[in-house]
Nanobody, 124 residues
């Protein structure tokens, strides 16, 4: 069993920053790729960012490229999402997910474990 717990969400003004954290437990965290997804009201869950097992490879959705940075600390079993220059359209529930592969993947069906989500609201 794998547990993922997100934290760091909140309310921020447009142009501001937030850093999300996801603490993992229950298996060897460093063996697997991790990802962040988000879901806005009335919309489908969408890929945001992913990082490989060793952190050397990352991938981003076009909508967040240059503004968001994903990173991981395998010693702390934690993955982060630094979000800068936030826009109102970034408002969503953000989910951390753990893949069953080592390599970066973007499809949500390739992620086996999910956190409960953390709300990010960006006001204009």
């Amino acid at each position: 069993q794998v547990q993922l717990v997100e934290s760091g969400g909140g309310l921020v003004q447009a142009g501001g920053s937030l850093r999300l954290s996801c603490a993992a437990s229950g298996r060897i965290f460093s063996n697997y790729a991790m990802g962040w997804f988000r879901q806005a009201p009335g919309k489908e869950r969408e890929f945001v960012a992913a990082i490989s097992w060793h952190g050397g490879s990352t991938r981003y959705a076009d909508s967040v490229k240059g503004r968001f940075t994903i990173s991981r600390d395998n010693a702390k079993n934690t993955v982060y999402l630094q979000m800068n220059s936030l826009k109102p359209e970034d408002t969503a529930v953000y989910y951390c997910a753990a893949s069953n592969t080592r390599l970066v993947v973007t499809a949500y069906n390739l992620y086996a474990y999910w956190g409960q989500g953390t709300q990010v609201t960006v006001s204009s």
